[in-house]
């Protein structure tokens, strides 16, 4: 099994910052993408921003120029800072990794149990 677990949310005043922090456990040969997505209340899932395992990254235009994902692949480990929060940051985050285990089946597709990020005074 492959398991991600997050940290790092909590409240965070209007234009504060923060990180997250997810790590991948089990029996990983390689991860090639890991990613951030968040759901605010009533809202479907989005993708905040990814990186794969060459570094390349994509960010949503929402948090562009205030984000900043970074990964340590051989920690398994992938962080997301943000800076400048705003109200409508707040949200569920969730990790995502996609790769290959050691054991069959060989793909996997796996969420984080999500971490709420509130940004309010």
């Known amino acids: 099994q492959v398991q991600l677990v997050e940290s790092g949310g909590g409240l965070v005043p209007p234009g504060g910052s923060l990180r997250l922090s997810c790590a991948a456990y089990?029996?990983?040969?390689?991860?090639?993408?890991m990613a951030w997505y968040r759901q605010a209340p009533g809202k479907e899932r989005e993708l905040v921003a990814s990186?794969?395992?060459?570094?390349?990254?994509i960010y949503s235009d929402s948090v562009k120029g205030r984000a900043t994902i970074s990964r340590d692949s051989p920690k398994n480990t992938v962080n997301l800072q943000m800076n400048s929060l705003k109200p409508e940051d707040t949200a569920v985050y969730y990790c995502?990794?996609?790769?290959?285990?050691?054991?069959?089946?060989?793909?996997?597709?796996?969420w984080g149990q999500g971490t709420l990020v509130t940004v309010s005074s």
């Open positions: 990186i794969s395992i060459g570094g390349s990254t």
């Open positions: 995502f990794a996609t790769g290959q285990r050691t054991i069959q089946p060989r793909d996997f597709d796996v």
């Open positions: 089990g029996t990983i040969l390689s991860i090639s993408d």
